[in-house]
C-alpha cells in the first residue's frame, strides 16, 4: 500500500544538538511538506518542495533545514538554533496544485521532545 | 493569512449534529477539510473547489460560500468515531502550499 513513512516515531534531542526527520513516501507524489503542530495548535508550515531539488521556506523556517534529493525523500533536520523544538512533527504530500484538486496525505508523525 | 475557524470547541451527546465554519479575509478558491485523531496524523476528508458547492461523505458534507468567503462543515447524526479535531485549509502563494485553521476540538459523549 501507498503512503507516507515518518521515523522515528518518538525522538528525544540534548539542547544543542541536531537532528533529523525522516519522511519517506511511495505515492508518487511531486509535493511534499513539512508542518509543525505544538498542544492545542494548529498547524504551521516549516518548508515545503514542489519538485526534486527545490524548496521554499514556510512560515517557521528559521532553526529548520531540509533536502530533496530523490523525489520520495523529505528529510527535516532540526538544528539548534532553533530554540523550542519540542513539538509533534508531520510530514505530508501531494500531487502539485496544478495538476487538479488533490488532498495532503500525512504522515503519522514524529514527537521530538528536548531533554 | 491564517483562516479562522469557530467553534473552538464543541461538546455532543452521539446522534447530535454540529457545524463548524471556516473563514478567510482573503478571496477562497478553494477549501480543504481533516480530521485528525489524538496523537495521529490529519486525515484527508474533502475539497471544495468553486462557490456553492456542496460535498459529503459518509454523513459529514460541507458547503463552500466563495462571496462570504467561507466553508461550513456538517456532521449530522454524529458517532462517536467522530471525535477529533477538525481543520479547514485554504490554499496561499499559487496554491502552492495550504494554510491551515487553528482547528475545532469535537466530542461526541455517548
Known amino acids: 500500500d501507498g503512503g507516507i513513512t515518518q521515523s522515528p516515531k518518538y525522538l528525544f534531542r540534548k539542547e544543542g544538538q541536531n537532528v533529523t526527520l525522516s519522511c519517506e513516501q511511495n505515492l508518487n507524489h511531486d509535493a511534499m511538506y513539512w508542518y509543525r503542530q505544538d498542544p492545542g495548535q494548529g498547524l504551521r508550515l516549516i518548508y515545503y518542495?514542489?519538485?526534486?531539488?527545490?524548496?521554499q521556506k514556510g512560515d517557521i523556517a528559521e532553526g529548520y533545514s531540509v533536502s530533496r534529493e530523490k523525489k520520495e525523500s523529505f528529510p527535516l533536520t532540526v538544528t539548534s538554533a532553533q530554540k523550542n523544538p519540542t513539538a509533534f512533527y508531520l510530514c505530508?504530500?501531494?500531487?502539485?496544485?496544478?495538476?487538479?484538486?488533490?488532498?495532503?496525505?500525512f504522515g503519522s508523525g514524529t514527537r521530538l521532545t528536548v531533554v | 493569512q491564517q483562516p479562522v475557524q469557530s467553534p473552538q470547541a464543541v461538546i455532543l451527546r452521539e446522534g447530535e449534529d454540529a457545524v463548524i465554519n471556516c473563514s478567510s479575509s482573503k478571496a477562497l478558491y478553494s477549501v480543504h477539510w481533516y480530521r485528525q485523531k489524538h496523537g495521529e496524523a490529519p486525515v484527508f476528508l474533502m475539497i471544495l473547489l468553486k462557490g456553492g458547492e456542496q460535498k459529503g461523505h459518509e454523513k459529514i458534507s460541507a458547503s463552500f460560500n466563495e462571496k462570504k468567503q467561507q466553508s461550513s462543515l456538517y456532521l449530522t447524526a454524529s458517532q462517536l468515531s467522530y471525535s477529533g479535531t477538525y481543520f479547514c485549509g485554504t490554499p496561499d502563494q499559487g496554491a502552492q502550499k495550504l494554510v491551515f485553521g487553528q482547528g475545532t476540538r469535537l466530542t461526541i459523549n455517548p
Open positions: 505530508a504530500s501531494s500531487i502539485p496544485s496544478g495538476q487538479g484538486a488533490h488532498g495532503y496525505t
Open positions: 518542495s514542489q519538485i526534486v531539488n527545490d524548496f
